[in-house]
């Protein structure tokens, strides 16, 4: 409770008297030139950034007719994306033999979210979006030979692995196991600045698998879900050499993608349970590897 006197002492005429009479004063004065300065220099920083930003776009527009920009994370020191989005958005462009650049300059876009592209001028955001566009725009180049049954079981698979089994992935990495496999995963030079910004940054990431849902649950539960899609993946592809056929499709970039974190993106003894479990899983991977990724050990970070 505020008492009546000091309410009526608080008379804001007065206050607002000996703030300017300060401000009038030497070091007033001071303080009103330092924050003039900052205030240009955030001007001018902001300026700066939108003219970078500018000369970038025109550098990008000027990639070719038909070729895609793709705007993703830096390489991982093991694989070529952290990213199982950019990965998968990688591997269709090498599996559809589209014309690709990789920009690392500005991995997330309007949307916030990597991958993005660039593309004849115009900018596309999520994985899933792009390829169906691409898809169109280059009148179906892999000549998949599905019935509307195979694609359902392929959109499935597909959602199960990005939108799930990916969670669970990544928070064993971020959370569960406390970034100790992962950093080692991120460029060299990326590593100080994830140290420093840990104490802000974790808890939030804490907090974000929390409200997806996966953040409530045990380790094991945790890889009871992981170990049941894999099944899962495993039982879909049978004796297949690709996921839905005896050619790649489409959903293939997406299983490749998303086993890449598996095996080599989530922690060692996830590798090591999956080399022993799931060896259609392992031999699948490795084809779709050799096949897409034959320069994958230059695909690697410092
Ligand atoms: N549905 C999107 C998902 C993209 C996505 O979530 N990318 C993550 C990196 S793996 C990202 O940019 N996260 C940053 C953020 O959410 O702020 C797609 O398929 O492209």
Not at 79 to 92: D, H, M, V
Not at 128 to 141: A, C, N, V, Y
Request: glycine fraction near 6%; include cysteine.
């Amino acid at each position: 409770m505020v008492h009546r006197s000091a309410m009526s002492a608080f008379r804001p005429g007065a206050v607002w008297s000996g703030v300017s009479e300060c401000a009038r004063g030497e070091s007033g004065r001071r303080v009103g030139k330092v924050l003039l300065g900052a205030a240009l220099l955030g001007i001018g920083l902001k300026v700066y950034g939108r003219y970078r930003r500018y000369q970038r776009r025109q550098r990008w527009n000027q990639a070719g007719k038909d070729v895609v920009v793709l705007h993703q994370f830096e390489r991982a020191t093991n694989f070529p994306n952290l990213s199982p989005f950019a990965l998968k958005l990688e591997t269709f462009l090498r599996m559809a033999g589209i014309k690709y650049v990789v920009d690392t300059e500005e991995p997330q876009g309007s949307r916030n979210k990597c991958p993005w592209i660039t593309f004849n001028g115009q900018e596309l955001s999520d994985s899933e979006l792009i390829i169906d566009f691409l898809t169109q725009h280059f009148g179906k180049p892999l000549k998949e030979k599905l019935t509307p049954a195979e694609h359902a079981v392929g959109r499935a698979v597909q959602v199960m692995l990005d939108e799930h089994t990916i969670m669970a992935v990544a928070y064993k990495r971020y959370v569960l196991d406390g970034w100790s496999y992962i950093m080692g995963r991120f460029p060299k030079k990326y590593r100080l600045m994830l140290r420093l910004m840990m104490p802000i940054n974790f808890p939030k990431i804490k907090h974000l698998f929390y409200t997806v849902g996966i953040g409530r649950f045990s380790e094991e539960e945790t890889m009871f879900f992981l170990r049941r899609e894999l099944r899962a993946l495993e039982d879909v592809l049978g004796d297949k050499p690709f996921l839905l056929d005896s050619t790649p499709t489409t959903y293939d970039a997406a299983a490749f993608a998303e086993l890449t974190q598996v095996i080599y993106g989530c922690a060692p003894e996830v590798e090591r349970y999956v080399r022993a479990n799931y060896d259609a899983l392992v031999q699948y991977h490795e084809r779709m590897k050799d096949k897409y990724w034959p320069d994958w050990e230059q695909c690697r970070a410092e």
